[in-house]
């Protein structure tokens, strides 16, 4: 039950703080994500290489809401996204796939009314978020074989030679997915 709280509280937090528009709130939900941060157990290390990685697309967030509204609401918004980035980063770091599989669980809970079966949504909801991993580690093999047979990874290539990249990367994530399907049968889900 407590993993269904938090994750309702990811929610309301996700939802809620582009609507708090007072900079010392933001300042004080930054020490709140500091917080938890320390508690979750994550080291300042780890927690600043993240965010740094984030920097960039934040700065073109802020940049690109410059040109339509004044300075100050276009760093309150990049403010607000850089809080919302961070909050995910601990609310990954902290859930794993079965904590997530019982969160879910609970909130889909209500479904049951109408008959649904909450057991198989949860696991196919489990097994998809295990499998974005998956995702991003197949695509970055395929990125670095195809860079090694010598295929430029510019945005004009991209454009014009879309089929290279994903019938690449389709043919790879299908031989995964029967990888997985086998295993899953072999354990009697």
């Known amino acids: 039950m407590i993993y269904f709280i938090i994750l309702l509280f990811f929610f309301i937090y996700s939802f809620g703080l582009f609507f708090i528009d007072h900079i010392y709130f933001l300042d004080l939900i930054l020490i709140f994500n500091f917080i938890i941060s320390f508690i979750v157990g994550i080291s300042l290390k780890k927690h600043g290489k993240f965010l740094l990685k984030n920097i960039l697309f934040i700065s073109f ?4 809401n410059i040109l339509f509204s004044d300075v100050v609401s276009s760093f309150k918004v990049g403010f607000r996204l850089f809080l919302a980035i ?3 980063y601990i609310m990954g770091y902290y859930f794993n796939p079965t904590r997530i599989r019982i969160a879910f669980h609970y909130m889909v ?5 109408w008959k649904v079966d909450i057991d198989s949504l949860t ?3 489990a097994i998809s978020l295990a499998f ?4 991003i580690d197949e695509a970055g093999m395929i990125r670095l074989s195809l860079k090694s047979r010598g295929v430029d ?3 004009y290539s991209l454009i014009i030679r879309p089929h290279i990249y994903v019938i690449t990367f389709l043919n790879n994530l299908f031989d995964r997915l029967d990888e997985l399907e086998k295993s899953l049968i072999i354990k009697a889900y």
């Open 123 to 125: 696991l196919v909801i």
């Open 109 to 113: 809970y209500p479904l049951k009314l």
């Open 61 to 64: 967030i802020i940049i690109c």
């Open 132 to 135: 974005i991993p998956i995702l």
């Open 86 to 88: 961070d909050y995910t």
């Open 153 to 155: 990874f510019k945005i």
